[in-house]
């Protein structure tokens, strides 16, 4: 497996890892939570941890690295057919794919987000990007948070789940 796969694999395990002493350090020992402890943090990402987790992701080695998440909500879940979500949970080759497929490689912000018309992501294919006025578009998905910071990247909150094509 090639570094910058085993790299998104570690961006989305650390997403399935709860890490107590970062949430408990105080805010001035700490500039950022990590992407865990943010995904930890926030309930509105408990289907995409128990996907993660469900992917063997979780036990993936740690390395060092900067990610942009494109992080569906649970309500994005919801959105997506049940048929589709028992396929890829009975598929976890398909279902790492669509993980990765929200993943992309470095810090990206939204300024930068903006000036872009595609992002090449770690499954492989690029998402398009659009940008019509405040709305900002990933292939389908409205982002409804832009610039969670994280200590190892940034998380942009999206509406829908990012299916890859086949």
Known sequence: MNRI???ALTALAAL???VPAATAAPARQQASPSIAAIAAQTPQFSTLLS??????LAETLSMPGAYTVFA???AAFAKVPKATLDKLAKNPAALKRVLLYHVVAGKVPAAK??????AK???GPTVRIRVAGQTV???AAKVTKADVKASNGIVHVIDRVL???A
């Not at 996907?51 to 063997?56: D, N, Q, W």
């Not at 987000?113 to 595609?118: I, R």
């Open 5 to 7: 796969v085993l790299t």
């Open 16 to 18: 399935a890892l709860a």
């Open 51 to 56: 996907l993660v987790k469900k992917a063997g």
């Open 72 to 74: 569906p909500t649970n």
């Open 113 to 118: 987000v903006v000036n872009l018309t595609s």
């Open 121 to 123: 992501t770690l499954a």
């Open 137 to 139: 578009r990933v292939n």
């Open 163 to 165: 299916l890859p094509p």
